[in-house]
């Protein structure tokens, strides 16, 4: 199974592991209207453009569940304290060593692969020589990378370790695996994408799983929920598992739960106009959005608020997993907040990963994100976000592989985004959205490109739960090469969906 059909099935089990752990699970949906607002809803084909209003029920002060829903203890507790009332460091290492041996092994013995072949000799020539740029394709650079950086993560998530400390260890477990893992150079493409990707897929899978494992829970159901768990967070569950804790019987960690939060699970179908190298085509598509927190009110610490979604396509699309997006609060503080209006800004993170036939692109990114919120009547609000953005290490698909022998170019640059969103009470929206990137290229076709997205998408609520929506947006990619010909092209877009909302 391949890395993204196999990150199809977790998307699957997350959406089904989360519908059925969340805070308010079971529950009467409260307004649309009182949802938060995530901080970077998708970048590109995505929730930024057609994201229904999702239903979300509010915690209490102290964190704990709403009634009908028991976090704490219902029997006798077992002996001893769950993780982690302190950090672990050398069960952290070790775990970070396996993952650093066991791919090598793979590679070496059973793939029969030249570049694992190691010796003092190649390790001396990559501390001498440095890093390069790779030649490995997209969906490994862009997409397995990154996975592969949040186990790295997760070592130290699950041994104790707050967020910036296991942060560390994604940076040094992927050094480790470039300068000694493989006898060629060190790619510096990989090297910050498996960190900085890894880092954001690490804490959203580590706070999911913690959603879903309840160590309050007996039987058929604690085995689920701790299998569940597992496979959406490995290195979490397997903590877990040496630590016997799952089966362990005692209270759930403070802060289990955010705030608020909600998700959606949308299937539709979706036309594609001719464009540059694409021939019109349609197909089907499901896409599972998540909000955590709200990006109004949590300020604590980073990922107290963020939006993950992903998407995958039908057979009109090589990739089943064609988009991810996962945008993050590092650092929140409210600017002002009036009876009418609330104005907030946050330094957020952002990963991003499109693999569509119109278009692949992605990378890791950082931006100051400026959400307002107006209060118009009792039935109308209205919500805009306007976000610069730093593009660190970007990817855009290209027409010249004759230096690199990639399809695709390596390279920094900007961004904006910018959205409108008018919301009813009843949970009907519309908004506008645009993006603009620039990215300039560091290694590959030299040149610059620049992509920019605009649309509209409305939102209409059928019964309870249930909704219908439609997008339409406007795909443009111009790129400009110091030594071919440049690139344009603009690629139409429609959508219509039916969407399930969750607590």
Known sequence: MSTARGFGALIALAAACLATAGPSFGQEAVRAVDRPDGLGVGAYPSPLLDTPPLALRPLDASGAAPPGLETGLPGPQDDGAFCCDRRHFWPAIGEVGILLVVPWYFN????????????????????????????????????????HGSTYFNSA???GYDFWQSAAFSWGG???????????????????????????LGETLHRFSVMIWDNSATGFGRTMRELGGFLVNPMGGFNRLVRGEWTKMGPNAEGRFPTTSAGALRAGYRWIGEGGRSEPSSGGFVSFDYLYGDAFKD?????????????????????RLGLAHLSASLYGTELKRTEKADHVFHFAQHFD?????TLETGGSSLSATF???????????????????????????????????????????????????????SGANVGLSYLLL???????????????????????????KLGLGATGFLNVRDSYYRDYP??????????????WSFE
Do not use: C
């Open 108 to 147: 070496r013995h059973v793939a029969d692969d030249s570049t694992a072949v190691l010796s003092g000799d190649s390790w001396k020539r990559n501390i001498i020589e440095g890093m390069e740029w790779d030649r490995d394709a997209f969906k490994t650079n862009m997409w397995a990378h990154p996975y």
């Open 157 to 159: 998530r699950g041994n």
């Open 174 to 200: 992927s050094f480790l695996w470039e300068t000694f893992g493989e006898n060629n150079r060190p790619a510096i493409n990989d090297w910050m994408s498996t960190a900085l990707g890894g880092i954001a």
């Open 299 to 319: 300020f604590g610490s980073p990922f107290d608020a963020f939006e993950f979604t992903a998407q995958l396509y039908g057979n009109n699309e090589v990739q």
């Open 353 to 357: 990963y499109v693999n569509i036939q």
């Open 371 to 425: 959400l307002s919120r107006w209060t118009l009547s009792d039935r109308w609000k209205l919500v805009t976000r306007f976000e610069p953005s730093a593009l660190l290490i970007w990817g855009v698909d290209s027409e010249f592989s004759d230096f690199t022998q990639r399809d695709y170019d390596f390279g920094s640059g900007a961004g904006l985004r910018a959205h409108v969103d008018l919301r009813n009470s």
């Open 438 to 464: 620039w990215q300039h290229t560091l290694n590959g076709a030299i040149g610059d490109h620049v992509l920019q997205l605009g649309g509209i998408q409305a939102f209409v609520p059928i019964y309870r």
């Open 486 to 499: 440049d690139v344009f092209r603009r690629n139409p877009e429609v959508r219509a969906y039916a969407a």
